[in-house]
T-cell receptor, first 113, second 115 residues
Framework: AQTVTQSQPEMSVQEAETVTLSCTYD???????LFWYKQPPSRQMILVIRQEAYKQQNATENRFSVNFQKAAKSFSLKISDSQLGDTAMYFC??????????FGAGTRLTVKP | KAGVTQTPRYLIKTRGQQVTLSCSPI?????VSWYQQTPGQGLQFLFE???????NKGNFPGRFSGRQFSNSRSEMNVSTLELGDSALYLC??????????????FGQGTRLTVV
């Protein structure tokens, strides 16, 4: 079974600074997808960034980037130039090629003014 | 394009009752997945439907069931409600042509409270 571990229950960062959220996963699969989702107080799960395991290049979406280390089964999220609107729960997720998505426990990020 | 729509947004039910939640996926999406979110267990996968067939199922008792209609809308049913079923139920749709997809779009969820 696949497991996803987020070891940081809570984190905080000053506005405009950079923060990195950690995620590790366990799988015997070779082909899979990894995601970071954001869940603000409105409860809407919003996709932040995704990474295909077969791609060596780290995904980047504006201020969000990942450090994907396949051998180490690590998938961290870096948020640059943090904004107040980035305050939310962040979930790391793993998915095989079958739409069964497994989530980590989440990291509550607070951006302070 | 309209997003994923879940109804109702809030529900209060009594132990022993049953409940039906609805999810309308994004137009053109044929895969619908359901998740349960609780403070203690986090986000857990319930099941996934594609073309009116359940393709994948999580580790939940048989009281949790679902179905998908020909227009891809999906319903989830929980029978004989227990206090522990209180949770946020999230639905996600995917633009998949077959097995697997690379992105899931979530609805805002239905908050179920069992008293």
């Amino acid at each position: 079974a696949q497991t996803v571990t987020q070891s940081q229950p809570e984190m905080s960062v000053q506005e405009a600074e950079t923060v990195t959220l950690s995620c590790t996963y366990d799988t015997s699969e070779n082909n899979y997808y990894l995601f970071w989702y954001k869940q603000p107080p409105s409860r809407q799960m919003i996709l932040v960034i995704r990474q295909e395991a077969y791609k060596q290049q780290n995904a980047t979406e504006n201020r969000f980037s990942v450090n994907f280390q396949k051998a180490a089964k690590s998938f961290s999220l870096k948020i640059s130039d943090s904004q107040l609107g980035d305050t939310a729960m962040y979930f790391c997720a793993f998915m095989k090629n079958n739409n069964d998505m497994r989530f980590g426990a989440g990291t509550r990020l607070t951006v302070k003014p | 394009k309209a997003g994923v729509t879940q109804t109702p947004r809030y529900l209060i039910k009594t132990r022993g009752q049953q409940v039906t939640l609805s999810c309308s996926p994004i137009s053109g999406h044929r895969s619908v997945s359901w998740y349960q979110q609780t403070p203690g267990q986090g986000l857990q996968f319930l099941f996934e439907y594609f073309s009116e067939t359940q393709r994948n199922k999580g580790n939940f008792p048989g009281r949790f069931s679902g179905r998908q209609f020909s227009n891809s809308r999906s319903e989830m049913n929980v029978s004989t409600l227990e206090l522990g079923d209180s949770a946020l139920y999230l639905c996600a749709s995917s633009p998949t042509q077959g097995q697997g997809s690379t992105e899931a779009f979530f609805g805002q969820g239905t908050r179920l409270t069992v008293v």
